[in-house]
T-cell receptor
Framework: DTAVSQTPKYLVTQMGNDKSIKCEQN?????MYWYKQDSKKFLKIMFS???????INETVPNRFSPKSPDKAHLNLHINSLELGDSAVYFC?????????????FGNGTRLTVT | GQSLEQPSEVTAVEGAIVQINCTYQ??????LSWYQQHDGGAPTFLSY????GLEETGRFSSFLSRSDSYGYLLLQELQMKDSASYFC??????????FGQGTTLQVKP
């Protein structure tokens, strides 16, 4: 009965490869997010979707492409992986976009690019 | 630009009280939140302040002063399990939740 689940938990791959991370939430939330946490633990928002509509797209390289087939799912595809993409990627969801709506995070995907 | 500033590290002993400060500068403000993250884990929500004043939840309290663009998280009766990173976060005018760089709290016996 995990609230926000993302797979895989670990991803080790070589430069130049393409990989995907999947995320699903069973909380009935309207808004989902992708955050990147670097080695210094800085959490930076990448994308946000509200009811399948892209509402936030930070200055992320276009090698990163999110996709939301329905409001319970938000996947992240990364093309031509680079060393600098190594990080922990967190999926999250919130009831809505209001300030009072807390984010519920998945357990993260630790991506290592070699 | 948008920024949140908080100390990088704080150390305290079990049973003590510790305060983690956060100052923010954002385009729009829709509340200050605090999240806890243990090593290898996911950030988890602790508290939210939309209005000035103190909010108390058990051993944790959070304070906000909008006029000073300042808030803090107060942890009382520290326990070893409180050793973690603590992030302040602000929802800006564009709906983004922007995080500070995190404060690593080490609780010693």
């Amino acid at each position: 009965d995990t609230a926000v689940s993302q797979t895989p938990k670990y991803l080790v791959t070589q430069m130049g490869n393409d990989k995907s991370i999947k995320c699903e939430q069973n909380l009935g939330h309207d808004t989902m997010y992708w955050y990147k946490q670097d080695s210094k633990k800085f959490l930076k928002i990448m994308f946000s979707y509200n009811n399948k509509e892209l509402i936030i797209n930070e200055t992320v390289p276009n090698r990163f492409s999110p996709k939301s087939p329905d409001k319970a799912h938000l996947n992240l595809h990364i093309n031509s992986l680079e060393l600098g993409d190594s990080a922990v990627y967190f999926c999250a969801s919130s009831q809505d976009r209001q300030g009072s709506s807390p984010l519920h995070f998945g357990n993260g995907t630790r991506l290592t690019v070699t | 630009g948008q920024s949140l500033e908080q100390p990088s590290e704080v150390t305290a002993v079990e049973g003590a009280i510790v305060q983690i400060n956060c100052t923010y500068q954002t385009s729009g403000f829709y509340g200050l939140s605090w999240y806890q993250q243990h090593d290898g884990g996911a950030p988890t929500f602790l508290s939210y302040n939309a209005l000035d004043g103190l909010e108390e939840t058990g051993r944790f309290s959070s304070f906000l002063s909008r006029s000073d663009s300042y808030g803090y998280l107060l942890l009382q009766e520290l326990q070893m399990k409180d050793s973690a990173s603590y992030f302040c976060a602000v929802r800006d005018g564009g709906g983004k939740l922007i995080f500070g760089q995190g404060t690593t709290l080490q609780v010693k016996p």
